[in-house]
Protein backbone atom coordinates (compact mmCIF):
# COMPACT_ATOMS: atom_id res chain seq x y z
CA UNK A 1 0.00 0.00 0.00
CA UNK A 2 2.83 2.38 0.96
CA UNK A 3 4.36 1.91 -2.52
CA UNK A 4 1.51 2.34 -4.90
CA UNK A 5 0.69 5.65 -2.34
CA UNK A 6 3.63 7.24 -2.66
CA UNK A 7 3.84 6.52 -6.31
CA UNK A 8 0.22 7.74 -6.87
CA UNK A 9 1.53 10.83 -5.16
CA UNK A 10 4.81 11.71 -7.57
CA UNK A 11 2.53 10.75 -10.83
CA UNK A 12 -0.01 13.98 -8.82
CA UNK A 13 3.46 16.03 -8.48
CA UNK A 14 4.36 15.45 -11.57
CA UNK A 15 1.40 16.23 -13.32
CA UNK A 16 0.89 19.36 -10.90
CA UNK A 17 4.74 20.37 -12.66
CA UNK A 18 2.93 20.15 -16.09
CA UNK A 19 0.33 22.52 -15.16
CA UNK A 20 2.96 24.65 -13.74
CA UNK A 21 5.10 24.46 -17.32
CA UNK A 22 1.36 25.03 -19.16
CA UNK A 23 1.07 27.83 -17.74
CA UNK A 24 4.28 29.33 -18.26
CA UNK A 25 3.66 28.80 -21.81
CA UNK A 26 0.57 30.48 -21.79
CA UNK A 27 -1.54 27.55 -22.39
CA UNK A 28 -3.96 28.34 -19.57
CA UNK A 29 -7.01 25.65 -20.70
CA UNK A 30 -4.02 22.53 -20.38
CA UNK A 31 -2.94 24.17 -16.94
CA UNK A 32 -6.51 24.02 -16.02
CA UNK A 33 -6.91 20.31 -17.16
CA UNK A 34 -3.48 19.03 -15.75
CA UNK A 35 -4.22 21.26 -12.19
CA UNK A 36 -7.76 19.35 -12.42
CA UNK A 37 -6.01 15.46 -12.48
CA UNK A 38 -2.94 16.39 -10.51
CA UNK A 39 -5.82 17.75 -7.44
CA UNK A 40 -7.56 14.15 -7.83
CA UNK A 41 -4.51 12.24 -8.00
CA UNK A 42 -3.32 13.86 -5.02
CA UNK A 43 -6.38 13.41 -2.93
CA UNK A 44 -6.04 9.42 -4.29
CA UNK A 45 -2.63 9.00 -3.00
CA UNK A 46 -3.47 10.58 0.32
CA UNK A 47 -6.31 8.96 1.18
CA UNK A 48 -4.39 5.44 0.04
CA UNK A 49 -1.41 7.10 3.13
CA UNK A 50 1.33 8.67 1.23
CA UNK A 51 2.79 11.16 3.74
CA UNK A 52 5.57 12.36 1.67
CA UNK A 53 5.78 15.71 3.05
CA UNK A 54 6.90 17.51 -0.53
CA UNK A 55 3.81 15.72 -1.91
CA UNK A 56 1.84 16.71 0.53
CA UNK A 57 2.84 20.36 1.11
CA UNK A 58 2.49 20.43 -2.97
CA UNK A 59 -1.43 18.75 -2.46
CA UNK A 60 -1.75 21.64 0.20
CA UNK A 61 -1.04 24.22 -2.58
CA UNK A 62 -2.90 23.12 -5.33
CA UNK A 63 -6.26 23.10 -2.95
CA UNK A 64 -5.05 26.99 -2.79
CA UNK A 65 -5.14 27.14 -6.21
CA UNK A 66 -8.72 25.50 -6.38
CA UNK A 67 -9.96 28.06 -3.42
CA UNK A 68 -10.56 24.93 -1.03
CA UNK A 69 -8.56 26.86 1.71
CA UNK A 70 -10.10 25.15 4.76
CA UNK A 71 -8.33 21.65 3.55
CA UNK A 72 -5.40 23.44 2.24
CA UNK A 73 -4.98 24.82 5.59
CA UNK A 74 -5.75 21.60 7.41
CA UNK A 75 -3.54 19.49 5.70
CA UNK A 76 -0.45 22.09 5.38
CA UNK A 77 -0.75 22.06 9.54
CA UNK A 78 0.16 18.14 10.03
CA UNK A 79 2.96 18.43 7.46
CA UNK A 80 4.45 20.34 10.29
CA UNK A 81 4.62 16.65 12.01
CA UNK A 82 5.42 14.85 9.06
CA UNK A 83 9.27 13.61 8.66
CA UNK A 84 11.61 15.09 6.16
CA UNK A 85 10.43 18.30 6.88
CA UNK A 86 13.97 21.34 6.12
CA UNK A 87 13.92 24.33 7.39
CA UNK A 88 13.30 25.52 3.86
CA UNK A 89 10.30 23.94 3.36
CA UNK A 90 9.21 24.81 7.34
CA UNK A 91 9.40 28.54 6.02
CA UNK A 92 7.77 27.75 2.90
CA UNK A 93 5.19 26.12 4.96
CA UNK A 94 4.65 28.62 7.15
CA UNK A 95 3.88 31.56 4.17
CA UNK A 96 1.63 28.83 2.92
CA UNK A 97 -0.32 28.22 5.85
CA UNK A 98 -0.27 32.40 6.56
CA UNK A 99 -2.06 32.90 3.11
CA UNK A 100 -4.93 30.20 3.73
CA UNK A 101 -5.95 32.01 6.64
CA UNK A 102 -5.58 35.55 5.43
CA UNK A 103 -7.60 34.19 2.50
CA UNK A 104 -10.49 32.57 4.86
CA UNK A 105 -10.44 35.89 6.92
CA UNK A 106 -7.86 36.22 9.61
CA UNK A 107 -5.84 38.79 8.37
CA UNK A 108 -4.13 39.18 12.34
CA UNK A 109 -3.05 35.63 12.40
CA UNK A 110 -1.71 35.75 9.31
CA UNK A 111 0.19 38.97 10.44
CA UNK A 112 0.78 37.22 13.79
CA UNK A 113 2.41 33.27 11.97
CA UNK A 114 4.87 35.53 9.40
CA UNK A 115 5.78 37.53 11.73
CA UNK A 116 7.01 34.77 13.73
CA UNK A 117 9.07 33.57 10.35
CA UNK A 118 10.21 37.12 10.24
CA UNK A 119 11.95 36.69 13.54
CA UNK A 120 13.81 33.40 12.62
CA UNK A 121 15.29 35.57 9.29
CA UNK A 122 13.83 37.52 6.84
CA UNK A 123 13.33 36.46 2.83
CA UNK A 124 12.39 38.26 -0.01
CA UNK A 125 9.43 36.19 0.51
CA UNK A 126 8.91 37.36 3.66
CA UNK A 127 9.19 41.05 3.35
CA UNK A 128 6.49 40.32 0.48
CA UNK A 129 4.05 38.54 1.89
CA UNK A 130 4.15 39.78 5.26
CA UNK A 131 4.64 43.54 3.87
CA UNK A 132 1.10 43.11 1.68
CA UNK A 133 -0.13 41.65 4.86
CA UNK A 134 0.85 45.06 6.53
CA UNK A 135 -0.80 46.80 3.24
CA UNK A 136 -3.97 44.75 3.60
CA UNK A 137 -4.00 45.93 7.58
CA UNK A 138 -3.71 49.87 6.69
CA UNK A 139 -6.27 49.82 4.26
CA UNK A 140 -8.57 48.14 7.21
CA UNK A 141 -7.67 50.51 9.79
CA UNK A 142 -6.50 53.68 7.43
CA UNK A 143 -3.45 53.41 9.63
CA UNK A 144 0.06 52.81 6.88
CA UNK A 145 2.61 53.52 9.06
CA UNK A 146 4.12 50.17 9.87
CA UNK A 147 3.22 48.90 6.10
CA UNK A 148 5.57 51.79 5.00
CA UNK A 149 8.00 51.53 7.40
CA UNK A 150 8.63 47.60 6.82
CA UNK A 151 7.83 47.68 2.91
CA UNK A 152 10.54 50.55 2.66
CA UNK A 153 13.03 47.97 4.55
CA UNK A 154 12.10 45.32 2.40
CA UNK A 155 13.00 47.88 -0.42
CA UNK A 156 16.59 48.30 1.39
CA UNK A 157 16.67 44.88 1.52
CA UNK A 158 16.40 44.01 -2.79
CA UNK A 159 15.37 46.79 -4.20
CA UNK A 160 15.20 45.12 -7.66
CA UNK A 161 12.73 42.54 -6.23
CA UNK A 162 9.61 42.82 -8.29
CA UNK A 163 7.29 41.74 -4.86
CA UNK A 164 8.41 44.34 -2.80
CA UNK A 165 8.21 47.11 -5.63
CA UNK A 166 4.76 45.55 -6.54
CA UNK A 167 4.12 46.00 -2.82
CA UNK A 168 5.12 49.63 -2.92
CA UNK A 169 2.82 50.16 -5.53
CA UNK A 170 0.10 49.10 -3.96
CA UNK A 171 0.76 50.96 -0.82
CA UNK A 172 1.05 54.01 -2.80
CA UNK A 173 -2.07 53.41 -5.03
CA UNK A 174 -4.05 52.56 -1.48
CA UNK A 175 -2.52 56.08 -0.07
CA UNK A 176 -4.36 57.91 -2.88
CA UNK A 177 -0.48 58.59 -3.95
CA UNK A 178 -0.67 57.69 -8.05
CA UNK A 179 2.08 58.64 -9.05
CA UNK A 180 5.04 56.87 -7.06
CA UNK A 181 2.78 54.20 -7.05
CA UNK A 182 3.16 53.85 -11.01
CA UNK A 183 6.71 54.17 -10.66
CA UNK A 184 7.12 51.24 -8.40
CA UNK A 185 4.27 49.41 -10.74
CA UNK A 186 6.93 50.07 -14.40
CA UNK A 187 9.54 49.13 -11.88
CA UNK A 188 8.30 45.87 -11.04
CA UNK A 189 7.72 45.04 -14.71
CA UNK A 190 10.90 46.11 -15.97
CA UNK A 191 12.16 42.98 -13.37
CA UNK A 192 9.47 40.49 -13.68
CA UNK A 193 7.08 41.84 -17.11
CA UNK A 194 4.58 38.50 -16.16
CA UNK A 195 3.99 39.94 -12.58
CA UNK A 196 0.15 39.42 -12.23
CA UNK A 197 -1.10 42.17 -9.72
CA UNK A 198 1.80 44.17 -11.21
CA UNK A 199 -0.03 43.95 -14.92
CA UNK A 200 -3.42 43.96 -12.98
CA UNK A 201 -2.85 47.63 -11.30
CA UNK A 202 -0.69 48.83 -14.24
CA UNK A 203 -3.74 48.47 -16.87
CA UNK A 204 -6.23 49.96 -13.85
CA UNK A 205 -4.28 53.18 -13.54
CA UNK A 206 -4.26 53.19 -17.63
CA UNK A 207 -7.92 52.61 -17.67
CA UNK A 208 -8.64 55.39 -14.60
CA UNK A 209 -6.13 57.84 -17.03
CA UNK A 210 -8.67 57.19 -19.95
CA UNK A 211 -5.93 55.04 -21.74
CA UNK A 212 -7.65 52.21 -22.44
CA UNK A 213 -5.70 51.06 -25.39
CA UNK A 214 -2.44 51.04 -23.32
CA UNK A 215 -5.22 49.40 -20.12
CA UNK A 216 -6.18 46.86 -22.91
CA UNK A 217 -2.27 45.27 -23.77
CA UNK A 218 -1.69 44.99 -20.11
CA UNK A 219 -4.85 43.38 -18.70
CA UNK A 220 -4.81 41.01 -21.42
CA UNK A 221 -1.21 40.16 -20.75
CA UNK A 222 -2.61 39.77 -17.18
CA UNK A 223 -5.28 37.16 -17.57
CA UNK A 224 -2.34 35.00 -19.67
CA UNK A 225 -0.79 35.07 -16.32
CA UNK A 226 -0.09 32.53 -13.29
CA UNK A 227 -3.06 33.62 -10.49
CA UNK A 228 -1.29 31.27 -8.07
CA UNK A 229 -2.39 30.93 -4.80
CA UNK A 230 -0.34 33.77 -3.55
CA UNK A 231 -1.12 36.00 -5.80
CA UNK A 232 -3.36 39.58 -4.32
CA UNK A 233 -5.30 39.50 -7.65
CA UNK A 234 -7.95 36.82 -8.84
CA UNK A 235 -8.37 36.23 -12.13
CA UNK A 236 -12.38 37.37 -11.18
CA UNK A 237 -11.02 40.84 -10.59
CA UNK A 238 -8.56 40.70 -13.71
CA UNK A 239 -11.62 39.36 -15.94
CA UNK A 240 -14.11 42.69 -14.54
CA UNK A 241 -11.25 45.10 -14.84
CA UNK A 242 -10.92 43.14 -18.55
CA UNK A 243 -14.63 43.78 -18.81
CA UNK A 244 -14.87 47.07 -17.54
CA UNK A 245 -12.06 48.61 -19.84
CA UNK A 246 -14.33 46.80 -22.95
Not at 33 to 45: D, G, I, M, N
Not at 59 to 67: E, K
Not at 178 to 205: C, G, H
Request: aromatic residues 12%.
Amino acid sequence: MGFMANFKGRRAYSTHIRGNQAIDKGDIAKAAELHKQALKLYSEAYEAGCRDVNVVMAYGVLLMRFGEYEKARDLLLSCEHMPGLDAKSKKQLRINYSVCQWRLGNLDRAIELMEESASNGKTAMIYTTLGYYYIERGIQTGDFAQAIAFNQEGYEYDEEDAGVLDNLGQLYYAMGETDKAYDYFKRAFEQNPSQVPTLYFIAKMNHEKGDDEKARGFIKKCLEGNFSALCSISREQAQALADEIG
